[in-house]
């Protein structure tokens, strides 16, 4: 009789068993560091967002709120203040000083009933040098206690 020769039973080496776990690894480093690399790197300066028109404002044409605290004059097609900011929110009317109570230096009389009125403030412009202009008005909707509309203007342009 001739011995039997078994098979010998393979093992898992540990080469085997590591190759799904690097792969894993390497992915999750991967994700880190772009993610991380993403946060470093300055965001660019999409030229788009100053050049072109907001509604017919262009960055030639606004005058900023130095120069204006400068010359004290406004023209009309003119606007004043930052153009470092997109706000989202717009309105127009006749800017009129006093707001309501304790919300709003100013308010914006629009067309229509008494609530249609926006109660205004500006931390960033005079708001007085307006005073009795018809103009449109750049900013960001706050919360109000007692204004229907309270809003913080950033950017004012001369109508009439």
Avoid: C
């Amino acid at each position: 009789m001739s011995p039997q020769i078994q098979p010998t039973p393979q093992i898992d080496t540990p080469e085997k068993n590591k190759k799904p776990l690097q792969i894993v690894l390497t992915i999750v480093i991967a994700l880190v560091l772009g993610f991380g690399l993403s946060r470093l790197a300055p965001l660019s300066n999409n030229s788009s967002t100053k050049s072109v028109s907001r509604d017919g404002v262009s960055e030639k044409d606004v005058i900023s709120s130095e120069d204006l605290e400068k010359t004290g004059q406004v023209e009309v097609g003119k606007s004043y203040g930052d153009t470092d900011q997109n706000f989202k929110d717009s309105v127009q009317g006749t800017l009129e000083k006093n707001g309501l109570d304790t919300e709003g230096t100013h308010k914006l009389l629009r067309d229509g009933r008494e609530d249609q009125t926006v109660h205004l403030v500006s931390s960033v412009l005079d708001l007085d040098i307006f005073d009795g202009r018809q103009v449109e008005v750049w900013g960001e909707t706050n919360a109000s206690q007692k204004a229907g509309w309270f809003m913080d203007v950033g950017l004012v342009k001369v109508l009439e």
